[in-house]
């Protein structure tokens, strides 16, 4: 099992909006997200500069960079891009982070 873990920005002002937006998560989505081999998914927001750090278990990273082309993922993209930072193609902005520490 892998770990994953990125960050993203929300835009002010969209805290609540961003967690109705998930607590609603489609279920073609969610379903998606599990085909792909994702176990656990966490997202939390930073209040104070409103930073989104995501952590994910999959059984093979590689998986994720299947998940750019699936049209339910393209349309979740969209859905969100209004109130988050996002490239031209509406995929938020990800940022990978190193892992410089583990308790299991």
């Known amino acids: 099992m892998q770990r ?4 993203m920005q929300l835009n ?4 609540e909006e961003y967690k109705k937006r998930h607590d609603e998560i489609w279920p073609e989505l969610q379903a998606l997200l599990k085909d792909t081999g994702i176990n656990e998914y966490s ?4 209040h104070t500069t409103n930073a989104l750090f995501g952590v994910l278990k999959i059984h093979d990273a590689l998986g994720l960079d299947q998940l ?3 049209p ?3 349309q979740w993209w969209a859905y ?3 109130i988050m930072l996002s ?7 990800n940022i990978p982070l ?3 520490f583990y308790l299991p």
């Open 12 to 15: 002010k002002g969209f805290e």
């Open 87 to 93: 490239n031209d193609d509406n995929s938020p902005i």
């Open 98 to 100: 190193t892992e410089v």
């Open 80 to 82: 969100m891009s209004d």
């Open 4 to 7: 994953v873990a990125f960050k």
């Open 43 to 46: 997202i939390f927001l930073d």
């Open 72 to 74: 339910i993922m393209q």
């Open 68 to 70: 750019p082309s699936q």
